[in-house]
């Protein structure tokens, strides 16, 4: 009975992922526009975005524009281009969902995507790791993504003092 139900409604998880593919073909469609931005122009974005934003327009609509230009700068800085699962991932961890992965598969490149988006609201990002190694790794690798797009990054470790770790936050 139930996998008659499954097939006729479909997987929640399956319709969430449909979903989220067609916000990820609005970021692909995106790419050849992209790709022939200049630096400057590309990173420019972030400005612009944050403009429309403090004018009110909702995150979720500047999204397919932001991940977009993460995947391209990250192409440009990191030498990664994110997969689409990884912009689906991204999307997950915007709404707030939890994406599963496994080691290898990329989650700190996911994370750029939604950390960018929301940055962009000028309200602060925290990005937690389970130790301070993968914290200064990570500060340093997405770091320059980070500061290539025009944000600012802070590193908090258990070595750091009262004012610094004030600062960072």
Known sequence: MFGFLKSLLGDN?????KRMRVIVEKINSLEPEYKKMSDGTLCGNTKLFKERIANGEPLDSVLPEAFAVV???SRRTLG?????VQMIGGICLHE???AEMKTGEGKTLVATAPVYLNALSQKGVHMIT???YLAKRDSEWV???????????GLVTHDVDFAERKFDY
């Not at 990664?80 to 689409?84: A, N, P, T, Y």
């Not at 320059?144 to 990054?153: A, D, E, M, P, Q």
């Open 13 to 17: 998880n399956e319709n969430e992922i």
């Open 71 to 73: 995947r391209e700068a």
């Open 80 to 84: 990664m281009r994110h997969f689409d």
């Open 96 to 98: 707030g969902k939890i």
């Open 130 to 132: 389970v130790n301070d």
């Open 143 to 153: 770091g320059k993504l980070y500061r290539t797009l025009g944000l600012s990054v």
